[in-house]
């Protein structure tokens, strides 16, 4: 969910829009800021499946430290979605375990 | 590109500890490069939107990311090098690697300030990998960096000064707090901290402890039980909550792989929140020419971590060749502060643990 409205930080300053392409569907977001907010405000919570027990996982600390919230993006795999700014025309993907490279598909 | 920079004093990490060493060490005349990977300076004051306490010199009564933008502007206008999207990836002798935008190459320095800050603790219980837990500073990133509430509705665990601020912080923008869970007997936050969200009519369970958390596919649901002295669940006091989100408030450890990696001496210190470089009065680790500065010399608070950066940007100048009397009066002076700061009830212990570490650092000196 969006905060349009904050009493310390006022209304959300507007931003371009860009589009980002999630799991092959199309979600909008605010140019520069990254990906994981993008998710969130669509109400995307489980950002990956882990490698053996394919247990869901999404954000935790936020400032790219812990990569829980890896996914794969422009087909690259494990990128910490937190710290990643959207581009438009990005194309994300929830990603299963460690991910491929595209050479490995 | 293989580039090789070089500098006159480098700084790792562009928060509060950071920035005031940059400042701190240009004012003598010293080069000075700050390198930061994230995306802008200011580190975690970027998402502090309450007004801060203490004296002028520590910006009380201003909100921390004022103090961020502040900070950065005087860097700016000073002739300090501010790097963002740059990642110090590792050190070597007195010098960098680094990665930015892509490219790799090395910064070399006549000294160092590591300033790398603290990363937030993880509670190990059932379900605690579920996607809507996280870490309080995380949803305080989110919520105020980023203007995106992560869940509606939230427990917090910690009544530490972290656990209370982020609540209110949720209550503000938007979000319903449902309680607070404290294993500690006792607040450990400020009470006018814990006043706030109590008069908003958030009640903080002191002795109590999260079970588990459920949910398929992601958080639905929050056990917590109450402790007995012992620190074990009391069998039926077990209390369910239907919550999207848990946030963790449970410390903070220092940010330490460069001091490591660069051969520092380090000792545990509990209070400091874990592994910390050893380093003198004047902030300088065991490497010669290496100093520490902020959380990752122990985490404090802001203001410490303002202080204990001009400190060690003097230090480092000083090591570089700028040094002069007015320079050591300058040191003497931040130390004072430091000491004042590291007073009163919730001040003193942080002192004895810091006093602890230079003690360590004098230990090692005489036996050199």
């Not at chain 1, 935790?60 to 430290?65: D, E, K, Q, S, T």
């Not at chain 2, 545990?268 to 959380?295: I, K, N, Q, R, W």
Request: glycine share 12%; aromatic share 6%; net charge positive.
């Amino acid at each position: 969910m969006r905060i349009e409205e904050h009493p310390i930080l006022g209304s959300l300053p507007k931003a371009q829009t860009v589009w980002i392409e999630v799991d092959g569907k199309r979600i909008p977001a605010r140019a520069g800021e990254p990906i994981a907010a993008a998710l969130l405000a669509a109400g995307i919570r489980v950002f990956r499946t882990t490698h053996r027990r394919g247990e869901p996982r999404g954000l935790f600390c936020g400032v790219g430290r812990c990569t829980d919230c890896v996914m794969t993006v422009d087909g690259v795999p494990n990128v910490r979605t937190c710290v990643t700014p959207v581009r438009d025309g990005m194309k994300i993907e929830t990603q299963r375990g460690l991910g491929r490279w595209p050479e490995q598909k | 590109m293989a580039g090789a920079e070089v500098t006159d004093i480098a700084v790792v990490g562009g928060g509060p500890a950071g920035l005031s060493a940059a400042l701190a060490a240009r004012q003598t005349g010293a080069e000075v490069v700050v390198v930061d990977e994230n995306s802008a300076p200011g580190g975690q004051l970027r998402k502090q939107i309450h007004k801060f306490f203490g004296s002028k010199e520590h910006h009380a009564g201003q909100r921390g990311f004022r103090i961020a933008e502040e900070l950065a502007a005087a860097c700016r206008d000073r002739g300090v090098e501010l790097w963002t999207d740059a990642l110090a990836y590792g050190i070597f002798d007195h010098t960098l690697g680094i990665v930015r935008r892509g490219t790799a190459f090395t910064l070399t320095a006549r000294a160092i300030v590591l300033a790398t800050g603290a990363s937030e603790n993880a509670l190990a219980f059932p379900g605690w990998t579920l996607p809507g837990v996280m870490g309080a500073g995380a949803a305080q990133t989110f919520i105020n960096l980023h203007r995106v509430l992560p869940g509606r509705r939230v427990l917090m665990v910690g009544a530490g000064n972290v656990g209370l601020i982020v609540s209110y912080q949720l209550l503000q923008a938007g979000a319903e707090v449902l309680g607070v869970v404290e294993a500690a007997p006792r607040i450990g936050g400020y009470a006018v901290h814990a006043a706030k969200i109590r008069r908003a009519g958030v009640p903080i369970w002191t002795r109590h402890t999260v079970l588990r958390a459920d949910g398929r596919g992601q958080l639905e649901e929050v056990t917590i039980a109450a402790l007995d002295e012992n620190g074990r669940p009391i069998p039926g006091s077990e209390r369910a909550f239907a919550v999207d989100m848990l946030c963790l408030a449970v410390g903070l450890t220092p940010l330490t792989e460069l001091a490591w990696q660069a051969g520092c001496r380090f000792e545990y210190s509990a209070l400091l929140g874990g592994h910390v470089p050893l380093h003198s009065e004047d902030m300088e680790t065991t490497v010669p020419g290496l100093f520490v500065a902020g959380d990752v010399a122990g985490v404090e608070e802001a203001s410490t971590a303002l202080e204990e950066g001009r400190l060690a940007g003097l230090a480092a100048a000083a090591y570089a060749g700028h040094g002069s009397p007015a320079l050591e009066k300058e040191k003497a002076a931040a130390r004072e502060r430091l000491l004042a700061l590291r007073s009163g009830p919730f001040g003193s212990g942080r002192r004895h643990a810091y006093e602890e570490i230079v003690r360590g650092w004098l230990r090692w000196s005489g036996a050199r």
